[in-house]
């Protein structure tokens, strides 16, 4: 069985511009004829599996969507590692939208909704004009995916709403909720004429054959964007110089995954 790893997520790929899908951009004339694939990237954890991804589409041609996080927990799309990064995924030829992070109260209107969403995406674009006017909801609730399939956002495209994910057939990577070979055969038998496809850098290029094998991984990411902070101490800088050692951050993997063997005994 195969794992989530880069070299499946290559596969993948390799399967797909065999089949003839052309992979398009959320904002492309739905009209174009031929096979279509909008190939898109949530960026939840950190921007280094993103960059990784992006280097595997550019080697391959492929220009896919990566929406990134105005309100995300891990990274700071604003720092100046954010932006770099960012902007460094547009000049690998990537599109650049946004990641939306709904509050925990939804508003009770949609005008309100839509209204905050549109606040949040100008925000973004002030610092990345280079961001296509495309949204997808960040770890949406079954209210806010059913909702969603019809709030119009004014000056917005909805990556989520009925066109992209009823009329167009959506699958999604989330917590694999896929394997490999199950989106082998979506894309190798399907015989679908178009495909919305989520696949997160986040759990193909730290990888594993369980979704806690690959959260686990994903920490020395996170680890490491963290750290980034950390080495502008110069204390810091002077014991650690090149950073922690990798040792370190594998260790503390291998704690947290036996910490989650330990809870679920």
Same mark, same amino acid.
């Given at each position: 069985?195969?794992?989530?790893? %880069?070299?499946?997520?290559?596969?993948?790929?390799?399967?797909?511009? %065999?089949?003839?899908?052309e992979v398009?951009?959320?904002?492309?004339?739905?009209?174009? $004829?031929? #096979?279509?694939?909008?190939?898109?990237? /949530?960026?939840?954890?950190?921007?280094? &599996?993103?960059?990784?991804?992006?280097? =595997?589409?550019?080697?391959?041609?492929?220009?896919?969507?990566?929406?990134?996080?105005?309100?995300?927990? $891990?990274?700071?799309?604003?720092?100046?590692w954010?932006? /770099?990064s960012a902007?460094?995924?547009?000049?690998?030829?990537?599109?650049?939208?946004?990641?939306?992070?709904?509050?925990?109260?939804?508003?009770?209107?949609?005008?309100? +909704?839509?209204? %905050? =969403? +549109?606040?949040?995406?100008?925000?973004?674009?002030?610092?990345? &004009?280079?961001?296509?006017?495309?949204?997808?909801?960040?770890? &949406?609730?079954?209210?806010?995916?059913?909702?969603g399939?019809?709030?119009?956002? &004014?000056?917005?495209?909805?990556?989520?709403?009925?066109?992209?994910?009823?009329?167009?057939?959506?699958? $999604? #990577?989330?917590?694999?909720?896929?394997?490999?070979?199950?989106?082998?055969?979506?894309?190798?038998?399907?015989?679908?004429?178009?495909?919305? +496809?989520?696949?997160?850098? #986040?759990?193909?290029i730290?990888?594993?054959?369980? =979704?806690v094998?690959?959260?686990?991984?994903?920490?020395?990411?996170?680890?490491?964007?963290?750290?980034?902070?950390?080495?502008?101490? %110069?204390?810091?800088?002077?014991?650690?110089?090149?950073?922690?050692? #990798?040792?370190?951050?594998?260790?503390?993997?291998?704690?947290?995954?036996?910490?989650?063997?330990?809870?679920?005994?």
């Amino acid at each position: 069985m195969k794992t989530y790893s %880069r070299e499946s997520y290559c596969h993948l790929l390799e399967v797909a511009l %065999r089949k003839g899908y052309e992979v398009v951009g959320f904002l492309d004339d739905e009209g174009v $004829s031929g #096979d279509r694939m909008y190939l898109r990237h /949530d960026v939840h954890s950190s921007l280094g &599996p993103a960059l990784e991804f992006a280097r =595997i589409n550019r080697s391959l041609g492929l220009s896919a969507t990566f929406f990134l996080l105005l309100r995300s927990e $891990s990274y700071n799309l604003f720092s100046p590692w954010g932006l /770099d990064s960012a902007r460094r995924l547009y000049a690998l030829g990537q599109r650049l939208a946004f990641h939306y992070v709904a509050p925990p109260v939804l508003p009770v209107g949609d005008d309100e +909704l839509a209204a %905050r =969403i +549109l606040e949040d995406f100008e925000v973004v674009r002030r610092e990345l &004009p280079e961001a296509e006017p495309v949204f997808s909801w960040h770890n &949406p609730t079954p209210e806010l995916m059913s909702r969603g399939l019809t709030l119009q956002v &004014p000056g917005l495209v909805n990556a989520y709403s009925t066109r992209f994910v009823k009329h167009i057939r959506y699958f $999604s #990577d989330s917590n694999m909720r896929y394997s490999v070979d199950e989106f082998e055969k979506i894309l190798a038998e399907g015989g679908h004429r178009r495909l919305h +496809l989520l696949f997160h850098p #986040d759990h193909w290029i730290p990888g594993g054959a369980s =979704i806690v094998e690959i959260l686990g991984a994903t920490w020395q990411y996170v680890i490491r964007d963290a750290e980034r902070e950390m080495r502008q101490n %110069r204390v810091y800088q002077a014991v650690l110089p090149d950073g922690m050692p #990798d040792s370190v951050c594998q260790t503390f993997t291998e704690h947290w995954r036996r910490s989650t063997e330990t809870s679920s005994a």
